[in-house]
């Protein structure tokens, strides 16, 4: 077994943290749920279950403890982009906040800014 294998297990348990995957009678790997699939993973117990038959690629070998990571999500195309599920605006319209808002005050934060730039010098050039 080398590390870019693609491979074919069986699942031997499901923790929080990921799916342990039997390749053979003498090894065994670890599926991080980060390498399941690209996205979030909600439930693994309701996706995976013991007994099922799983491609995987080998991404790492522990050569000291001979641990194994695998990997699903590098077998999948890569999704680009996510679906647009709602509009998003720039502005929240029912608290009248964002851009508009901003626009409102911009003036009035520049002329602050420059006072305070203006003051700094002034108390920095008194120094010298």
Same mark, same amino acid.
């Given at each position: 077994?080398?590390?870019?294998?693609? !491979?074919?297990?069986?699942?031997?348990?499901?923790?929080?943290?990921?799916?342990?995957?039997?390749?053979?009678?003498?090894?065994?790997?670890?599926?991080?749920?980060?390498?399941?699939?690209?996205?979030?993973?909600?439930? !693994?117990?309701?996706?995976?279950?013991?007994?099922?038959?799983?491609?995987? $690629?080998?991404?790492?070998?522990?050569?000291?403890?001979?641990?194994?990571?695998?990997?699903?999500?590098? !077998?999948?195309?890569?999704? $680009?982009?996510?679906? $647009?599920?709602?509009?998003?605006? +720039?502005?929240?319209?029912?608290?009248?906040?964002?851009?508009?808002? $901003?626009?409102?005050?911009?003036?009035? +934060?520049?002329?602050?800014?420059?006072?305070?730039?203006?003051?700094?010098?002034?108390?920095?050039?008194?120094?010298?």
């Amino acid at each position: 077994m080398r590390i870019g294998d693609r !491979l074919t297990g069986t699942i031997s348990g499901i923790q929080s943290y990921g799916v342990f995957v039997k390749l053979d009678d003498e090894h065994q790997g670890l599926i991080h749920i980060s390498e399941l699939k690209h996205g979030f993973v909600s439930d !693994l117990n309701s996706k995976y279950k013991v007994g099922d038959k799983v491609d995987v $690629i080998v991404m790492g070998i522990d050569e000291y403890n001979q641990k194994i990571s695998l990997s699903m999500r590098a !077998l999948q195309p890569e999704e $680009i982009g996510r679906p $647009i599920l709602h509009k998003h605006f +720039w502005t929240d319209y029912r608290n009248h906040i964002g851009y508009k808002t $901003i626009a409102q005050h911009k003036n009035e +934060w520049v002329k602050t800014a420059i006072k305070g730039i203006s003051e700094k010098k002034q108390k920095n050039s008194t120094f010298l």
